[in-house]
């Protein structure tokens, strides 16, 4: 009987695995997107891989007429960013982007009105969950405060972030810059790799002077942006949210090319395949990708 039972609930624990497994498809596309002349190179790339995966996910999870909304660019400062608007008779994407398998390729081509960029995703997506936790957070310029939001930031700036939870929750923020995935949150002296943050209640991150009882000051760190050379610097803030407990991925101390140390990192590769395993293991945890430009100060 004893055998029997171990026999069941291993092929009860099997078939529980592969339905997991099977919830994350494989989806790919590759898009041909015309940019306007005001939109710069880097902008348009961003473009043309944020609308291949929508079109990845449109094609293979479809679309939901109810509560309906499409994608749209919209333009802010100076700033193309493609974001979802409710328009009337449109379908909304029934899926999510979980992670990148392969780095988006991306070919550049100049035309007499601005950038033909052809981009070409390849990444895990499931069907659109509904028990993902919606959350605020607002990423602040040089003050800590809501009205001084932007995502324009010259080299330099002190960047600070003020977020908020309707519940209960692990919080964790990495600066993407392409090829490398920078932790800011939970600071480099936190030895348990999580932050805890409770419900209702307004954090000012990365400040010195405004923080909350749950903090320990003497772990707080401050953050400036920096550029690479002259160019501009379009780089990613990843907030990842779960009311479940999760432990940040495993990272490693960095110093750039003048010796300054780094926040603690890991590569884009290593942080994708990360976020997948923890989106895979956790369907209430949330994430939000915020784009932000940083140009060389003269």
Not at 131 to 158: C, H, K, W
Not at 174 to 201: I, M, Q, S, W
Request: aromatic share 10%; net charge neutral.
């Amino acid at each position: 009987m004893k055998r029997k039972l171990l026999a069941a609930s291993l092929l009860l624990f099997c078939a529980l695995a592969a339905l997991r497994a099977q919830d994350l498809k494989t989806v790919e596309k590759t898009y041909i997107y015309n940019a306007p002349p005001t939109e710069s190179l880097e902008q348009a790339k961003r473009t043309a891989v944020s609308r291949a995966k929508v079109e990845a996910l449109r094609e293979r999870f479809g679309s939901v007429v109810s509560g309906a909304s499409a994608m749209s660019l919209i333009t802010k400062n100076h700033i193309t960013q493609s974001k979802f608007v409710s328009l009337s008779n449109e379908g909304e994407v029934n899926g999510e982007w979980i992670g990148d398998i392969e780095e988006p390729k991306i070919k550049a081509t100049l035309t007499e009105t601005g950038f033909t960029i052809e981009a070409t995703v390849k990444g895990k997506a499931r069907e659109l969950q509904s028990n993902a936790i919606d959350f605020s957070a607002r990423i602040l310029r040089n003050t800590p405060d809501v009205q001084y939001e932007s995502s324009e930031f010259m080299a330099g700036d002190r960047v600070f972030v003020h977020f908020t939870s309707p519940a209960d929750g692990y919080l964790a923020i990495y600066l993407l810059d392409g090829e490398t995935a920078y932790c800011l949150l939970p600071y480099v002296n936190n030895k348990n790799g999580k932050f805890h943050v409770r419900h209702g209640e307004e954090y000012t991150l990365f400040s010195y002077n405004h923080y909350s009882d749950a903090e320990d000051p003497k772990e707080i760190e401050q953050y400036k942006l920096t550029t690479d050379g002259d160019q501009q610097d379009l780089n990613q803030f990843y907030f990842i949210f779960s009311p479940n407990e999760f432990t940040k991925a495993l990272d490693r101390f960095g110093q750039n090319s003048n010796g300054d140390t780094l926040p603690r990192n890991l590569s884009w590769e290593e942080f994708q395949k990360w976020i997948i395993r923890a989106r895979r293991n956790d369907k209430q945890m949330a994430v939000q990708i915020k784009n932000i430009l940083i140009s060389p100060r003269n």
